[in-house]
Nanobody
């Protein structure tokens, strides 16, 4: 089992940057597919990026967002650049190892001037 705690959300202007962190406790993150998802009001939760030994990105964020992990710190990061107002959402960290999946509580990201 793993527990996930996200941080780093906040208010940022369009075009700005934020770095989200997901600190894991319990099992080490290297055995999981770690992902960042987001859910905007009235919309379904969607995958933003995931990481194992390789990375995967949604088309809408590729080239602007970077997912990374520090196995020694048991932490996953999401560097978000050139943020857009439509990316306002709650961002969730996710750890998956079939058949198990774990979510954090989420962190709010608001992109607004």
């Amino acid at each position: 089992q793993v527990q996930l705690v996200e941080s780093g959300g906040g208010l940022v202007q369009p075009g700005g940057s934020l770095r989200l962190s997901c600190a894991a406790s319990g099992r080490g993150i290297s055995i999981y597919v770690m992902g960042w998802y987001r859910q905007a009001p009235g919309k379904q939760r969607e995958l933003v990026a995931s990481i194992t030994s390789t990375t995967n990105y949604a088309d809408s964020v590729r080239g602007r967002f970077t997912i990374s992990r520090d196995i020694a710190k048991n932490t996953v990061y999401l560097q978000m650049n050139s943020l857009r107002p439509e990316e306002t959402a709650v961002y969730y960290c996710d750890a998956r190892r079939v058949p198990y999946g774990y979510w954090g509580q989420g962190t709010q990201v608001t992109v607004s001037s």
